[in-house]
């Protein structure tokens, strides 16, 4: 089966074909971050006139890359949301007209489901059940993954994701937009002990095995810091250092606990924070002690992208052959939580 992937959600538009033999064929990215950049976040009606326009080239170059034809497609995955709602229109359209076109199926995919499958993308693949650390930009969940569509939620953050947490320290320590790379690469010149800063919810993991996730305090903690100190260029890389550190710590004492309640020794970690170093390193340590594996998608499949839409389409498809309806219509899912998507329907 041959599916063509198109990721349009937020500031990334992202379009790959998947062979359902032979792998990944061919993927491309065009990023917004220049775009925005000046604005300090995401401008939703420039995100989705910019998708207008680099959509159409991107499919062609892939399908090019990927030495295939419009006619050889027998499907095509779309980002139906959660996400900006112009911005899924775009990738929502252009998927269920190239469908309605070609007489072949379109299927909406959960945006969250393709972080959370990428890591199936890679040679070294985890089988299920396994336990997934989400951790995006508007997104930081624990979840039990016991198949395609088979999603129990463990814990997510009660207020900011840890990837905004990222985004909003970055700004504060005059760093551009998104600040998670940037704040990652900062960090690196500075020590983590300098300033001891609040790991949040820990307290609760130790008291009732509470998995959800708060960065709120953290994150008053460091401009609370801040505001009192002349922030020097040493200053900054160490406040960056000790920031990420509290950060790492939390996400992985919540990620030991969950694999413990749930019994699982596979652990996957996805979205754009996944590709931070620093959280790797300290996961990866944790899993050689505590005799359990890691699973991480390619760093490039960390962020947004259409290989992780277009596998995720192609592991619903597979599992619901019926589904064999021509698009006559559509609808995008601006908010969409995780946990009601349901299986694919096996044939019957
Ligand atoms: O998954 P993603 O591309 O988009 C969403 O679905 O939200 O994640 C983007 C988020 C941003 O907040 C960005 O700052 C963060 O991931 N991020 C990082 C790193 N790379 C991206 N945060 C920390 N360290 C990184 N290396
Ligand atoms: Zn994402």
Redesign the pocket.
Known sequence: MLVLGIET??D?TGVAVYDSFRGLLAHALHSQVALHDAYGGVVPELASRDHIRRLLPLVREVLRKAGAREADLDAVAYTQGPGLAGALLVGAAVANSFAFGLGIRAIGVH?LEG?LLSPLLEKKAPSFPFVALLV????TQLMRVAGVGDYEMLGETLDD?A??A??KI?KLLGLGY????A??ELAQEGRSDRFAFPRPMLEQLEKNGDLNFSFSGLKTAVVTLTRTRALDEQTRADVAAAFQEAVADVLVAKSLAAMRTTGLDRLVVA???G???RLRSVLDAAASRGKFSVFYPALEF???NGAMIALAGYLRLKADEAARALPLGFTVRPRWDLASVAPPETPG
């Open positions: 959600s937020c990334e945006h972080h995006s930009g508007g997104h994701a990837g905004e990222f985004d970055a998104p600040g998670g790379p704040l990652a979205g754009g924070v590709a931070n170093v960390c962020t947004d």
